[in-house]
């Protein structure tokens, strides 16, 4: 599976911005696809991720309410809406696909289980 990662680029602390991530080559009915950041020195960080067979989604404590995932099955994209932004939220943003072999498999925000990643989207929050 390949994974491309846009939306990404500069916005104004408060704020709004939408990232996609296109997969390609494989079929997803067994995947689950996530979103992380790393901000530079520091951790890669889970953000949200969601099961492709029905729309399940985990996320990050920290995060949520002000970060949304979503999918579109017949794009083959996932969706990172990111609300009320802040520039402690500046990172590189890096879409993620796990290939579970299963319908039942519970979400991670481990990212070493994921297989696939694509290259990352900077996002970069101002002040």
């Known amino acids: 599976v390949q994974l491309q990662a846009s939306g990404g680029g500069l916005v104004q602390a408060g704020g709004s911005l939408g990232l996609s991530c296109a997969a390609s080559?494989?079929?997803?009915?067994?995947?689950?696809m996530g979103w992380f950041r790393q901000a530079p020195g520091k951790e890669r960080e889970f953000v949200s991720a969601?099961?492709?067979?029905?729309?399940?989604?985990v996320s990050s404590n920290s995060l949520k309410g002000r970060f949304t995932i979503s999918k579109d099955n017949a794009k083959d994209t996932i969706y990172l809406q990111m609300n009320s932004l802040q520039s402690e939220d500046t990172a590189l943003y890096y879409c993620?696909?796990?290939?579970?072999?299963?319908?039942?498999?519970?979400?991670?925000?481990?990212?070493?289980?994921?297989?696939?990643w694509g290259r990352g989207t900077q996002v970069t929050v101002s002040a």
């Open positions: 969601i099961r492709w067979s029905d729309g399940d989604t």
């Open positions: 080559g494989g079929t997803l009915s067994k995947y689950h």
């Open positions: 993620a696909a796990r290939n579970t072999r299963s319908f039942r498999v519970t979400l991670t925000r481990e990212a070493s289980v994921y297989q696939y």
